[in-house]
């Protein structure tokens, strides 16, 4: 859900970092 929003609000680079480092971490 926040990711929409964030993709939004943030440019896609924030996005993109956002989604890596929550891959890492294995939300």
Do not use: D, H, K, R
Not at 20 to 25: D, P
């Amino acid at each position: 859900m926040a990711c929409s929003t964030n993709g939004q609000l943030m440019p896609p680079v924030m996005g993109a970092a956002a989604f890596l480092m929550v891959e890492y971490v294995g939300i």
